[in-house]
């Protein structure tokens, strides 16, 4: 049970409401450590799972950052969006 996250879960519940059937839209969580950043995002994703297809990454604070590197990761899961991230295609 996520608690004191009303607010939040609304704003993405009213992104997702936003999208139409030929597009998607990225979420950019940041807080401190600890805040509930992933608590929030597994409660949102749960409670919709059964309509929606989502694909969630993260940064590695510990690594050397490379420019875009969680949708780089994304594209290996979901290959359709690489070739326009490589293009540097933006509306894609």
Known sequence: MLLGRDHELVTLDDVLADLDSAGGKVVLL????GIGK???????????????HFLARSCDGL????????????????????????QGDLES
């Not at 940041?30 to 450590?33: H, Q, S, V």
């Not at 992933?38 to 929606?52: G, N």
């Not at 050397?64 to 979901?78: D, H, K, M, N, S």
């Open 63 to 86: 690594l050397i950052p490379q420019a875009l590197g969680p949708f780089w990761c994304v594209t290996r899961a979901e290959p359709t969006i690489g070739q326009p991230l490589r």
């Open 38 to 52: 992933s608590a929030l995002v597994t409660e949102f994703v749960d409670r919709q799972a059964d309509e929606v």
């Open 30 to 33: 940041r807080g401190e450590a």
